[in-house]
Structure formats: C-alpha cells, structure tokens
C-alpha cells in the first residue's frame, strides 16, 4: 500500500486555478458594488429618502434576467442572486437611516 499522495491532475488543477481567479474577482467587485450603495444609502438617509426603491429593484431584476439569457446564464438564478444583494443593500439603507 502506497502512501504517496495521489497524483495531481493538471487539466483539474488549471481549471481550479482559473475558478479560485473568477471567485477573488466576484469578492472585489462585490466589495466595490457595496461600497457604492453605502454611499447611497448615506445620501438617502441625509436627504430623508426612503430605503428601499421598489421601481428600480425590479427593473434591475428584470435586467439583469436579460443579461443572463444573454450569457447562458440561468436567470432564476440571476434574480436570486440579485434579490438577495438587494434585501443586503436595504438592510444597510435602514441602518444608515436609523443611525442618521
């Protein structure tokens, strides 16, 4: 029995690589987008606008199924995801208006 480790796969390993790349970069460009809506939601709470913009949320849903399709990407998935961006985002507008 042979307690070498087991042999790394190089096809497996570049395509790790490349996810471990897609993955830093969805973590930044996360950070940036929540940067920007705390800006936002700074602005809303000093100008005593409401947290949350029901119009916009679904137009931006309803754009970013569009960008999906386009990409072969599910957009079930898409407005999942954006939907739970979203409800982050409003939490943090509420807290910047109680706070302000």
Excluded: C, W
């Excluded at 190089?10 to 969805?26: H, Q």
């Excluded at 950070?31 to 949320?57: N, Q």
Aim: charged letters at 30%; hydrophobic letters at 40%; proline letters at 7%.
């Amino acid at each position: 029995m042979s307690s070498d480790p087991p042999a790394i796969d190089p096809v497996l390993a570049g395509y790790r690589s490349s996810i471990d790349n897609i993955d830093a970069a969805l973590i930044h460009m996360l950070a940036e987008r929540f940067r920007i809506t705390k800006a936002v939601g700074d602005y809303k709470a000093e100008m005593k606008l409401p947290p949350s913009d029901p119009g916009r949320e679904e137009l931006q849903i309803a754009r970013m199924r569009k960008l999906a399709e386009e990409a072969n990407l599910d957009p079930e998935f898409s407005e999942t995801f954006l939907r739970f961006i979203i409800q982050e985002v409003i939490r943090h507008h509420e807290q910047a208006q109680s706070q302000g």
